[in-house]
């Protein structure tokens, strides 16, 4: 065995000879270090064969506190074919001139905006939404240790830089649109729209009324007017009370912290207000959460919480999130136009306009109102998109949950024929329905339409209707543009088109709230959780990148990147 050593020996020293022509001249102390590594290295290696000879333990050698002798490529730690290359690659063609126009030009250098953006995408992506949890996995995550190149910033950097950047993230949401366009993913043949309710980061019980927060508001003050009136009797007490390096007029914590709170009372009180004004009564939106005053509560499938309604409009070929917005409202009546309005914007800056073929978009009976579909003719958007949404009447009949005939079609509305000249209505017995007054219900005109004399004469009478006063229908101010979507959507062709609503949008809501775990927000206020969701949609399209690579290339490296040129393999 000792000749063994000496023959490892003298094979090492002439190897150190020949290392040191090449290293010993730049860095002494590297080369120093070498040496006692590689001696290291080949005494253990003897030390472990002679063991494993003498106790024959078929074992491979392990020390977890072995020193290297080059420093390792963090990547190479990494399988080739990880999701993790798809997130850095991704990010390294996309344009962020936007993230680096704010960075100060003097003082502690700033974290490089790229660097932070792959670790909050990755973040998303790998289901890490806390920005300490972000935190955590930099320090101890290969693939975000990759990500970071090393670098460490903390879970405060993380969030500021998420909070600050809020309205860039648009732009670099479109960007990746525009790589999944490259990519062959978007077909923009017929996509569709839907909704679903996320919970605020604000408790329910946070919630006051403009009464109770005006007499919240008087206790408080009365309390800090009370201790601001107390006087100070003797220096000896004040030093006692206040300590002898105050001067015994700073106001206590417990002061400052309810002159905050007046603070915080006053602007909810003023947000009240505000919503009054603009005609809302409903008792439940006359609250406002002292915690996240932008939030509103909301049905979240039976259960009553404050949050916000999380848009999307979906492409029905892989399912890639087109656009994405939040909204306080309750429901999605309003919404429709601005979620058009941004998937036109979105098709435009992505370059991915399809000229002389209409869109199918797709869309429950929560966006079916007469406003909207009168908004999308004046707007010219039916050129465009072809529109494929129920109103709720329609969608209750089509459910057998009601309607004007309460399931019997041959007394529904669509029965009785409209005469536009003479503005009358004919029955499915041949009467005639005359207009009878007209009225408004939530800013929308109507008008009523009654049978003269009644219907108790009319053989269907107890079938059509059992009212005494005869047979009434309603007609919306632009009642034509909802009977001409009914027909569409009773026609073959709107059938057939219709049914894939369901397959398309609701499994992508699924996946962000299941498989991605995002059911509620971390941050609070409209502004911020729109940036948030925009990252949870960026998270879910980045998924359907790698998805697409994975079967189209099965070797990941290399796929997405040529000096940013993205290659069309469709």
């Known amino acids: ?11 090492s020293d002439s190897l150190f000879m020949r290392l040191s022509d090449n290293y010993f001249r730049y860095n002494y102390k590297i080369f ?24 024959m333990v078929n074992v491979r050698p392990y020390n977890n506190k072995q020193q290297l002798l080059f420093p390792p490529c963090i990547g190479d730690f990494i399988p080739e074919d990880d999701d993790v290359h798809i997130i850095d690659e991704v990010v390294e063609i996309l344009d962020l001139s936007e993230y680096y126009k704010d960075i100060p030009r003097v003082g502690n250098p700033s974290y490089d905006p790229k660097m932070m953006i792959k670790v909050i995408f990755a973040g998303y992506y790998y289901n ?9 996995m930099i320090m101890s995550n290969v693939r975000f240790i990759y990500l970071a190149g090393m670098q460490r910033p903390n879970f405060r950097t993380i969030s500021d830089f998420r909070k600050d950047n809020i309205e860039k993230l648009k732009k670099t949401f479109i960007e990746i649109l525009r790589i999944c366009k490259e990519l062959g993913l978007i077909e923009l043949e017929v996509i569709a729209i839907d909704s679903k309710v996320m919970k605020a980061n604000a408790g329910k019980g946070k919630g006051y009324t403009e009464e109770q927060l005006s007499e919240e508001m008087k206790e408080i003050e009365e309390e800090i007017k009370a201790y601001l009136e107390r006087g100070v009797k003797e220096d000896e007490e004040e030093d006692e009370r206040y300590g002898r390096e105050n001067s015994g007029r700073e106001i206590p914590e417990g002061i400052r912290k309810k002159e905050e709170r007046v603070v915080k009372i006053k602007e909810a009180i003023k947000k009240i207000r505000e919503e ?12 406002v959460n002292l915690t996240d005053k932008d939030a509103k509560l909301q049905n979240n499938k039976g259960k009553i919480e404050y949050g916000y309604r999380g848009e999307v409009v979906v492409d029905g070929g892989s399912q890639i999130i087109l ?7 309750q429901n999605d009546q309003k919404q429709l136009i601005p979620m058009v309005e941004q998937l036109i914007n979105n098709i435009k800056e992505a370059g991915m306009e399809k000229k002389g073929k209409k869109i199918g978009l797709l869309g429950d009976c929560g966006y079916g109102t007469v406003e909207n579909f009168k908004e999308i003719k004046e707007r010219g958007y039916d050129k465009l998109i072809d529109f494929y949404i129920p109103d709720k009447i329609m969608e209750q009949e089509r459910r057998g949950k009601g309607g004007s005939n309460k399931g019997d079609m041959r007394f529904d509305k669509s029965k009785f024929k409209y005469d536009k000249v003479r503005d009358v209505y004919i029955c499915p017995n041949g009467k005639e329905l005359k207009k009878v007054r007209e009225s408004y219900s939530r800013g929308v005109k109507r008008w009523i339409y009654r049978a003269e004399g009644g219907c108790r004469g009319c053989k269907y009478y107890g079938e059509c209707t059992r009212n005494k006063s005869g047979r009434i229908v309603t007609r919306l101010e632009g009642q034509e ?22 397959t398309i949008v609701e499994p992508v809501i699924g996946n962000m709230s299941y498989n991605m775990g995002f059911t509620e927000f971390l941050l609070r206020g409209l502004r911020k959780v ?15 990148i790698t998805n697409y690579i994975r079967e189209k290339f099965k070797v990941i490296r290399g796929v997405i990147i040529n000096r940013g040129i993205v290659y069309n393999t469709s």
């Open 276 to 287: 009054k004004e603009k005609g809302k009564t409903r008792k439940e939106e006359e609250r």
């Open 1 to 11: 065995m000792l000749y063994m050593h000496s023959g490892f020996f003298e094979l």
């Open 481 to 502: 543009l909802i009977d001409k979507m009914r027909k569409k959507l009773r026609s073959k062709k709107g059938k057939e088109v219709y049914w894939r609503r369901k």
């Open 32 to 55: 120093d270090r070498s040496i006692n590594l590689c001696y290291n290295v080949i005494y253990d290696s003897i030390y472990n064969f002679s063991i494993r000879r003498k106790d």
């Open 128 to 136: 890490v939404y806390s920005s300490r949890k972000m935190w955590e």
């Open 323 to 329: 656009a994405v917005d939040v909204v306080a409202e």
């Open 530 to 544: 729109k940036g948030e969701y925009i990252l949870v949609a960026i998270g879910h399209n980045l998924k359907k």
